[in-house]
C-alpha cells in the first residue's frame, strides 16, 4: 500500500490538492474519506464533485441525512454516501451501493465504518486535524499503487511543456486500454493520449504511440486532416496532440445533413485507399512497413466472436466440432478475397472521424485513431464507414456510401474487379461485424463493460444484410443452424 500525505492550510491549497488528486477519478472508482467531525471530509467532496461536474460548490449538500446525493456530467455519475448514521450492514444494503460502486463513481464519508463492503481496488484519504493545518493521508489500495504512477507520470509530462496547465479531466475513450484527457491551459484545450497500458500489453499487431506519429505524419504528407502534435514521450507513452472539440460524427449525424457529413469522409478514404503506402517512413527516416491483415488476422478475428459471442449468447462454450466448421469456413471466405493491398485504419467510423467546418473539401473530416493502422483490403475501411456499429446506417445510406466511393475508385490500380466489388464488400462486412459483436461480448464477460451491449442489435442487422451473398451461403447456413432465433430470421 502506498501512502502520501499533503499539508494543507488555506482554500488554495485544498484547490490545489484537488487539482492533483481528482483527474485520478472515472467511472469505477471508489473514494473512501475517513476522518473525526468538522475534519473537512465534506468540503473536499464538495470541491472534487465541483471539479468533476462542474456543480457549483454551494449546490452540492451533504448526504449526512438523506444518505446518499448524485451528480452527473455527460457519461460520469458521482455517487456521494455518508455513513455516519448508519449503524448495520442491512442499511448499506437496502442503500444498493454496490451498483455504484461497479458504475459510478463513488465517495463514501466514514467509509471506516464499514470498510468490510469497500472492494480492494481504492483509494483512501484520512484527514486529521491539527493547529494549524489539516494532513490529508492518501492510501492507494490495490491497483491504484499504479494508477498514481501512471497519473504522475502525465503531470510530470505537462509540467515540463510550455502551458500553462489549469485543468485536467477524463474523457470518453474507446474499446482499447488507452485513456484521454481533455487538457486546459485557460487560452486553449488539448488533448492527452496515454498509451502506457497499450505498451504493456504488447502484440504482433498492438501499436504504441510511435505508431501514431509515424501514421500521423504520413496521413498529413498524403494531404489528410489529423490531429496537430505538440509534444510527445516515447518512454511514458504520452502524446500532447490537438483537440478537434465535440464535432465526432456519431455526435451530428442526427443533427447534420448526412451528405454533407459522409462526402468529405469518403473523400478522404479515397485519397487514403490511392496513396503509395511504401512512402512511409519512421521517426529516424527509414522506410517503415506496417503488418500485414493476412489470413492469419482474419482468421484470429473470427475467433474472437467463436471464443465470446457464442457463451455471451448461450451461457457454454463452443463445441469443438462447430468451432472447426467455423473456422474453415472462415479461412475458404478469406481465399475469395483478392490480394490488393493498401493501408487501412481499421477503425474508420463515427466516434473517429472529427467534422470540422472551418476546413475545406475532404480536409472537412479530420482522423482522429490510426495507430492501429496495417496493410489490408481497399474495401475495409469503406465497411467501417457504411456500416458504423456504434450508429444505424440504414440500407438506403450504406448504398449511397457506397456508391460514392465504387464511383470513384480506380479499378486499374487493383486486381478486383467492378464486378467482384459487392461481393469482397459482403465478405468483409460480414467478418468485420461478427468480430464487433466478439469484441462487444467480450467487454462484458471478461470487464463488464455492458454499455456496449446497446450496439449489438445494429450489427446483427448489419450481418443479416449480407447474408444474401452467393459467396456466403455455407456461412449464412452455419449461422442460421447455430444461432436460429438470431439470423433465422
Not at 88 to 116: G, M, P, R, V
Not at 349 to 366: D, I, V
Not at 400 to 426: C, G, H, P, R
Request: charged share 25%; net charge neutral; with cysteine.
Amino acid at each position: 500500500m502506498k501512502a502520501e500525505i499533503h499539508k494543507i492550510n488555506t482554500l488554495n491549497e485544498l484547490e490545489v490538492f484537488v487539482n492533483y488528486i481528482a483527474p485520478i477519478f472515472e467511472k469505477g472508482d471508489l473514494l473512501a474519506l475517513n476522518g473525526e467531525i468538522g475534519s473537512g471530509k465534506t468540503t473536499l467532496s464538495k470541491h472534487l464533485i465541483n471539479y468533476l461536474t462542474e456543480t457549483r460548490i454551494d449546490e452540492v449538500n451533504s448526504p449526512t441525512f438523506n444518505l446518499c446525493q448524485t451528480y452527473s456530467k455527460q457519461d460520469l455519475t458521482i455517487s456521494h454516501y455518508d455513513f455516519y448514521r448508519l449503524d448495520s450492514l442491512q442499511e448499506i444494503e437496502e442503500l444498493d451501493i454496490s451498483d455504484s460502486i461497479k458504475n459510478n463513481f463513488t465517495i463514501i464519508e466514514w467509509a471506516n465504518k464499514f470498510s468490510s463492503i469497500l472492494p480492494k481496488d481504492h483509494i483512501e484519504i484520512q484527514i486529521k486535524n491539527k493547529s494549524h493545518e489539516r494532513d490529508y493521508k492518501i492510501l492507494f489500495h490495490g491497483k491504484y499503487t499504479k494508477k498514481i504512477t501512471a497519473h504522475k507520470n502525465r503531470l510530470s509530462f505537462l509540467s515540463n511543456s510550455n502551458f500553462n496547465i489549469k485543468k485536467i479531466t477524463n474523457m470518453r475513450g474507446d474499446a482499447s486500454s488507452r485513456k484521454y484527457y481533455r487538457v486546459n491551459d485557460s487560452r486553449k484545450n488539448f488533448v492527452l493520449m496515454d498509451a502506457s497500458e497499450d505498451s504493456i500489453k504488447k502484440t504482433t499487431t498492438s501499436k504504441t504511440i510511435t505508431d501514431f506519429i509515424i501514421f500521423g505524419k504520413y496521413l498529413e504528407k498524403i494531404g489528410l486532416r489529423v490531429p496537430k502534435i505538440y509534444k510527445f514521450d516515447i518512454q511514458k507513452q504520452l502524446i500532447l496532440e490537438e483537440d478537434l472539440g465535440l464535432t465526432t460524427y456519431n455526435e451530428l449525424y442526427s443533427k447534420l445533413r448526412f451528405e454533407d457529413l459522409v462526402t468529405p469522409a469518403i473523400e478522404s478514404l479515397l485519397i487514403l485507399v490511392h496513396s503509395n503506402y511504401t512512402n512511409i517512413y519512421d521517426l529516424n527516416g527509414r522506410a517503415f512497413e506496417p503488418h500485414n491483415f493476412d489470413e492469419k488476422l482474419f482468421i484470429n478475428e473470427s475467433k474472437i466472436f467463436i471464443d465470446y459471442y457464442w457463451p455471451y449468447v448461450k451461457n457454454s462454450i463452443c463445441p469443438d466440432e462447430e468451432k472447426c466448421k467455423f473456422l474453415s469456413i472462415m479461412e475458404q471466405i478469406y481465399s475469395d478475397l483478392s490480394t490488393d493491398k493498401t493501408l487501412i485504419l481499421r477503425d474508420y467510423h463515427s466516434p473517429n472521424l472529427h467534422y470540422l467546418q472551418n476546413e475545406k473539401g475532404h480536409r472537412k473530416c479530420a482522423l482522429i485513431d490510426f495507430q492501429d493502422a496495417l496493410l489490408g483490403h481497399p474495401l475495409y475501411d469503406l465497411v467501417s464507414l457504411a456500416q458504423d456499429a456504434r450508429f444505424t446506417i440504414s440500407e438506403d445510406k450504406e448504398r449511397y456510401i457506397v456508391d460514392a466511393f465504387k464511383d470513384k475508385f480506380l479499378f486499374n490500380d487493383f486486381q478486383l474487379s467492378k464486378s467482384s466489388f459487392n461481393e469482397q464488400y459482403q465478405i468483409l462486412a460480414i467478418q468485420r461485424s461478427l468480430k464487433i459483436l466478439g469484441i462487444f461480448a467480450r467487454l462484458s464477460l471478461l470487464e463488464g463493460k455492458n454499455n456496449y451491449i446497446i450496439h449489438m442489435p445494429r450489427v446483427v442487422d448489419y450481418i443479416r444484410r449480407s447474408m444474401d451473398c452467393s459467396l456466403l451461403y455455407n456461412l449464412t447456413h452455419w449461422l442460421k443452424i447455430n444461432f436460429k432465433d438470431i439470423f433465422d430470421v
